[in-house]
């Protein structure tokens, strides 16, 4: 009787530690939205879309030389003047012209650690919202004293609208890419299981110059720039659901 008793009590003992231990064992639930089957395909797709110009930025130079940062001052005033009387004329707009460097040094004599005279800089960035402006825009600038050319940039105030052009696009690539790919691997595109929007490369088209007055200063030759397109980018990275 006594056996019969040890008997029960041990399998009563054994059943509720084998119970305690799964219910202390982890379960594993699907988190919400995630596949429980089936397969992922990631895809990236890219598109690029062209325009004409219909602006373009020029950056110049004026840089002056005098033997008191007030002399310096004056000169490069009367040149900024000049400039932007002359611009002015030619209908660019007071807003589009824009200062972007501001700058007095003092010249050394370093043999005798003096101070010799004072160097103003002053950079002025014009947009043109005529590209058949551009070669009236250098000479105006060249003739009032800002004698470096640093750059041309041409650029189409529609970026935005050509942008969602391309990453409509990209979208479309995206799905064509996967589509293929299901194809080749048996499936069946089920449903989208994320999508992101990679950084888009939108490039104007730069025309690095650097000339001084005396190449480029006849408006009567012209500057010989021409534009090319502007290309504005988009690019999305998406993840497919896909079935047997």
Do not use: W
């Amino acid at each position: 009787m006594n056996r019969k008793i040890c008997a029960a009590l041990l399998a009563a003992v054994m059943m509720l530690t084998g119970a305690a231990a799964l219910a202390e064992s982890p379960v594993y639930t699907p988190a919400p939205g995630m596949m429980t089957g089936g397969s992922l395909i990631t895809v990236k797709g890219t598109a690029q879309v062209l325009a004409e110009p219909d602006e373009v930025c020029v950056t110049a130079n004026a840089s002056v030389t005098a033997a008191t940062v007030g002399s310096a001052q004056e000169e490069m005033n009367a040149i900024v003047a000049e400039a932007t009387k002359r611009l002015l004329a030619l209908g660019v707009l007071e807003d589009d012209m824009v200062t972007s460097n501001y700058a007095y040094y003092s010249r050394y004599n370093y043999d005798t650690n003096t101070i010799t005279g004072y160097e103003a800089n002053h950079t002025l960035e014009i947009t043109c919202r005529d590209v058949e402006m551009l070669d009236s825009v250098i000479g105006a600038l060249t003739d009032s004293g800002f004698a470096n050319i640093y750059s041309v940039n041409y650029d189409v105030s529609t970026r935005s609208e050509l942008y969602q052009q391309a990453l409509d696009m990209a979208i479309r690539r995206a799905e064509e890419k996967a589509l293929r790919m299901a194809q080749t691997g048996g499936l069946t595109i089920t449903g989208i299981e994320s999508i992101s929007e990679n950084d888009g490369y939108n490039e104007g088209y730069a025309v690095n110059v650097t000339a001084d007055a005396g190449l480029m200063r006849s408006k009567a030759e012209g500057t010989g720039i021409r534009s090319g397109s502007v290309g504005v980018s988009a690019g999305v990275t998406v993840v497919y659901r896909a079935q047997q």
